[in-house]
């Protein structure tokens, strides 16, 4: 019988260790107290456009001011600057001429160019009509394109 109580303390014990150690607050990494920045790529773009229609202007101007606003793009439109960047060439035209405000028809190219003097790679172009109400929505998914994009040919970059 003491035999018995006496493996029952030691396994007692042994259970009081294991716990003891696995309480020992651990030496870490310390939580930083700012978030840190997710995305290390910022694309440099320069926004174009060609067309005469209050909607293409209002698509072209609108698109321009959300990429000065977002953080994954630099806008920039100085033609003479020899950095490499990102084109999105935009024109419109009005849907139906005899009725400018109804609508427009678009085109988007995404051109990369080296530099001043670099011959430009077309990576992708869409086409489409747009209606006044629709500005909004094209240029949310203008600005995605554009980042997926940027995020697929990245090494041109480099």
């Known amino acids: 019988m003491n035999k018995f109580f006496g493996i029952l303390a030691l396994f007692c014990a042994l259970i009081m260790a294991g716990t003891a150690v696995a309480a020992t607050p651990q030496a ?36 321009k001011d959300r990429f000065n606003k977002s953080s994954l793009f630099t806008l920039n439109d100085d033609e003479e600057k020899d950095i490499a960047k990102l084109y999105v060439m935009i ?38 009509t747009i209606n006044y109400e629709d500005v909004d929505g094209l240029v949310d998914k203008l600005v995605e394109r554009t980042d997926g994009i940027a995020a697929k040919y990245s090494s041109l970059w480099k």
């Open 91 to 128: 024109e419109t035209k009005p849907e139906f001429p005899g009725r400018p405000g109804v609508g427009s028809v678009y085109s988007v190219c995404w051109v990369f160019k080296q530099g001043k003097g670099y011959l430009g790679y077309l990576l992708a172009r869409d086409l489409g």
């Open 28 to 63: 870490g990494k310390p939580v930083q107290d700012k978030p840190e920045k997710s995305v290390d790529r910022v694309t440099v773009v320069s926004v174009t456009l060609e067309g005469t229609d209050s909607i293409g202007a209002r698509l072209g101007t609108t698109l």
